[in-house]
């Protein structure tokens, strides 16, 4: 697929982040858009950011709000875009959608470990069940799943658990790959590319609390978590309130959006460049290339303090 005007593409978490990024560049190359996300309000800024050059005759971009974990929310999805889009087909499946959260299987609850996994992990999986039959009604069509550097290696530092998004984003990985020659056999002209972006600037730490716990504030277990955290880092929490710790985590969310090396804006620009050239794997970042060498020379090794103050020291990360 060399060109994406006059495709239709489906992103799932169009609201902010690489979703938002993804759908102003594809419509800025004439690509019919259907986003959906849990919040209609961040839709409507994506939309708007879409429009605010005036869009070429016919061209659509229509949003809906849908739980990527719930295989109904799905379907109404697709009709309603069938509908909207005055089409049997897509071109384009982008299944960006993911939250962090439910990290520990001690200290984290059971629905909040699979909260994440469902949405991260299932929301692929239904993505792709879901959109599968318009994508082969195309003369063309490519499939493109979020991972992530998690996916290949299942830590965000030493001081924090990370069980629930590293699964789900290994499960990514191996289902993607597994598709390539799924799909070679049963629908060839469909292609497939799994991504593994690395620390992009986007909001999914505040936007995972508040699907998590319908705020952006830490509970109980959270901050309990984030002590934890902290000293493990060296950070004396003794003397520091949870109204100190709450604090720390709303600048902790901010310089993950703002202090990060790749923006979700480049990250877009790279991932639809992947896709014009037919790669399957797509890293993203600097950081993303470096740790995906670095895994691959020393395995054994990967999970180790050293290696991640190796990585910390070499790429700036201020993740963990």
């Known amino acids: 697929m060399k060109d994406f005007a006059g495709k239709i593409a489906v992103i799932t978490g169009g609201g902010t982040g690489m979703g938002r990024e993804l759908a102003r560049q594809l419509v800025a190359e004439g690509c019919n858009v259907a986003m959906c996300d849990v919040s209609a309000e ?17 061209l659509r971009i ?11 929310h799905y379907k109404r999805f697709r009709d309603e875009l069938i509908e909207q889009q005055a089409t049997d087909k897509i071109h384009l499946l982008f299944n960006n959608a993911g939250i962090g959260g439910g990290g ?3 200290s984290n609850t059971r629905e909040q470990w699979e909260r994440t996994f469902n949405i991260c992990w299932g929301g692929v999986y239904l993505g792709v069940r879901t959109f599968l039959p318009l994508l082969v009604k195309a003369d063309e069509a490519h499939i493109v ?10 830590s965000v530092g030493m001081g924090v658990s990370h069980t629930a998004y590293s699964a789900a984003k290994f499960a990514v990985k191996g289902f993607t ?20 972006p690395g620390h992009i600037g986007t909001s999914i730490v505040s936007n995972s609390r508040k699907v998590q716990n319908g705020s952006d504030q830490l509970n109980a277990d959270e901050l309990k978590q984030a002590r934890q955290r902290l000293q493990g880092q060296g950070i004396d929490v003794a003397k520091m309130s949870d109204a100190d710790i709450q604090q720390l985590a709303l600048d902790r969310a901010r310089i ?12 877009a620009r790279i991932i639809l460049a992947g896709v014009k050239a037919e790669r399957w794997r797509i890293l993203v970042g600097d950081d993303a290339h470096l740790l995906d060498e670095r895994v691959r020379k020393t395995p054994e090794q990967a999970y180790s303090p050293e290696f991640y103050q190796n990585i910390v020291a070499a790429t700036g990360w201020k993740v963990g």
């Open 62 to 72: 229509t949003t809906h709000i849908a739980d990527v974990s719930i295989e109904d």
């Open 145 to 154: 799943n979020t991972s992530s550097v998690n996916g290949f290696w299942a």
């Open 104 to 106: 520990s299987l001690f």
């Open 42 to 58: 961040a839709m409507a800024e994506t939309k708007r950011l879409c429009e605010v050059e005036k869009l070429p005759q016919g």
């Open 256 to 267: 993950f959006h703002d202090e990060a090396p790749t923006s979700a804006a480049a990250a």
């Open 177 to 196: 790959e597994a598709m390539i020659n799924d799909l070679r056999l049963n629908a060839p002209h469909v292609k497939c590319s799994v991504v593994m």
